[in-house]
């Protein structure tokens, strides 16, 4: 029982939360005429000039295609309106389209045409099956504003939808994003935005879509720079072989062949979506590289992916600027938000019983003997497994992505959060309330402005992240005079500086496991250790 408990812990969806779109702005209608006819905006009630537009179309299970009109999405007369999420469960059908490829452009009202503005486009997480542009916080206008640049918060297939074509076509989804991105690079100019100074950002499984577009050399030319929010990198890309696997029983659920698009036409939402939920349930019990908690992903296909950016394979050339970004409790919403059989600490055993589950016994034995993970014989051994979560899953690939980065011709800053404000859902576990905690998504309010009722800590972070951000986008660089150095990483010292409360003299966060010679070298990542 106990080893299941931190297992169901962590299959719990990394991003799981109800949408709640933003309320209806002034009703104050603006138009923009660009090359695909007048877009229809209206000025949001944060500030900005809000455009929800449709940028592709998609046939169920085809490649999407960048559309020729600007149209609003889902039928839409209302330019107010805001657009219908993608197909995923734990949300109101009523809220979902399969039609769903859309965006919502945020313009500050002073950027005039001819203004040559940055574009930043927002990648919304939720574990590839879940999450909108319409997600709580995600209203780009404080960003736009304070950043000076156009903000897209875009949206792509999820699921089965997106990432499971019967056919055995792979990464419909980071298609989906391709063409967003060539969207882009046709409408900005008429926004007054400079095509050539798109910047790409996004969270969780936001940041693995980035990491796919970074593998892609097809989608090198869309974007100058990338800004990575906790990215599980552990998890690494799908197999081919792993993908055939998980696409074969997928077929199985749905009783289709892979030719019979009749049969898959016939298909209703509820039927995919209900046989994605057994497949997801399913999928660590088929094949044990499947990542725990984000089962579908980004394939590496060696046709749109062709390298898996980590150490199993010759790194390639690079030589885009990244920030990468963690917080510093990355696991603890999976490995305290479970209460079940009840609340409260959690035995001794239970470190090396949920390592055993997780990590083979192998890895284990390694992790046990090292000075990283202290399990105290009397104490909650949630809190030595919180921190082998984040270190795991997030912060020492994380790094290990950075020093390859830079060993290849990137650059990279590489920073923490030490200080973060409450995500929906995350305000349910107490240990994520609790002082100095920075729960996975507790970012996201911070970097968009939008968090309700700040501290001022909180407005303080804001105010230093979007002026990093708005440095970066202009010049590759998120520094600034008035800020604090933020040193790039190097291949020995990636120098990850901690944002909000410094715990420590140099403000840099301590290396401890994320060392090269333990993450990744003397404990394999799931990437090195499944060989994906
Ligand atoms: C925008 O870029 C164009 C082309 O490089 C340049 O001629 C123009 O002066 C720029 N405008 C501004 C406001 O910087
Ligand atoms: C958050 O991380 C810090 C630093 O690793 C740790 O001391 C603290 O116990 C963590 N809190 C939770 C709730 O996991």
Redesign the pocket.
Known sequence: MVVFRVVLALLAVLTCVTSAPRSAAPPQDISVLTPLGTAQGTLDADGANRFAVRYAGATRWQSSAVVTEWTLPNGASDPAALPLQCPQTSVDASTFAEDCLSMILYVPVDIAP???ASTLVWIHGGSFDSGSATFPGLDGSNLAIATESIVAVIQYRLGALGLLPPDGSTNLAVQDAINALIFLGQVVPSFGG?SSKITLAGQSAGAGMIRSLLAAPSASSLFQSAILQSDPMDFGFTSLTTQALLQSTFNDLISCSPSDTACQMSLTLDDILSAQATLEDEALGLDPSVAIGEPLHPVLDHTLITTPLDSTAPFPKVSKPLLLTNVRNESAPTIYGVEFPGPGPFPAEDFELSSDALLGTARTEILMASPFYPVDPNGDSRVPLQVLGTDYIWRCPTWTFARNWVANGGTAHVGMFTVGATYPLNDGIDDCVAPGAVCHQDDIFIVFGTTPNPTPAQSALTTEMQARYKAFLASADPNEPGLDGWVPATTTDVHAKEFGVLTTVDGEVPVLACDPSFWGQAVQYDYQFFDL
């Open positions: 001819g203004s040559n400079d």
